[in-house]
């Protein structure tokens, strides 16, 4: 079966700080990683992709993919209160699989 | 990105009725699309997977007859629940893969928050 874990926190950082995200998969032959953000009471959006290992940065964000040790990771630059949400990591399977398999979700805050 | 449609936003109806929950995929053609049941400060569960001109795929535990899925055409999923009792009072979302550019992105509607008294 596969699985995606992730810590369900909460994970409290002060405004400004860098916000650390891990997230571990089961399935060693997946090959598309994505975060979603989720506020509280809405559905959640794509905020970064990632599909080959090392870093992939957009603006305040830096996905980082280590598929041999099956581990992929958000990072949040200068996070701010508006950042506070709960991140999902959702991972597609082996062979171009569009079925995605997503964590429980992470939730941070960022407080002032 | 690709745009999901999902309505209406927020239901509430009696115990026995039934409720359509509507998805479309506004500039893109999605043969499959997935519907997700929310409870509050809760993971998002797959309850189905919605097949354009084939029946749904329901994941285990999910009552293939209370939560009817149709996907009539390439743009279109509806999930029907019947029968709604207050213990199906939840967030339900849809999603749709956009393989833009190869890579297959899930989207999701805004959701459908349901209140069954």
């Known amino acids: 079966q596969k699985e995606v874990e992730q810590n369900s926190g909460p994970l409290s950082v002060p405004e400004g700080a860098i916000a650390s995200l891990n997230c571990t998969y089961s399935?060693?032959?997946?090959?598309?990683f994505f975060w979603y953000r989720q506020y509280s009471g809405k559905s959640p959006e794509l905020i970064m992709s990632i599909y080959s290992n090392g870093d992939k940065e957009d603006g305040r964000f830096t996905a980082q993919l280590n598929k041999a040790s099956q581990y992929v990771s958000l990072l949040i630059r200068d996070s701010q209160p508006s950042d506070s949400a709960t991140y999902l990591c959702?991972?597609?399977?082996?062979?171009?699989?569009?079925?995605?398999?997503f964590g429980r979700g992470t939730s941070l805050i960022v407080h002032p | 990105g690709a745009v999901v449609s999902q309505h209406p936003s927020w239901v509430i109806c009696k115990s026995g009725t039934s409720v359509k929950i509507e998805c479309r995929s506004l500039d893109f053609q999605a043969t499959t699309m997935f519907w997700y049941r929310q409870f509050p400060k809760q993971s998002l569960m797959l309850m189905a997977t919605?097949?354009?001109?084939?029946?749904?795929?329901?994941e285990q535990g999910v009552e293939k007859d209370k939560f009817l899925i149709n996907h009539a055409s390439l743009t279109l999923s509806t999930l029907t629940v019947t029968s709604a009792h207050p213990e199906d009072s939840s967030f339900y979302i849809c999603s749709a893969p956009w393989a833009g550019g190869s890579k297959n992105i899930q989207y999701f509607g805004a959701g459908t928050r349901l209140s069954v008294l």
């Open positions: 399935d060693r032959g997946s090959q598309s």
């Open positions: 959702a991972v597609n399977g082996a062979g171009g699989s569009y079925i995605p398999t």
């Open positions: 919605s097949n354009e001109g084939s029946k749904a795929t329901y």
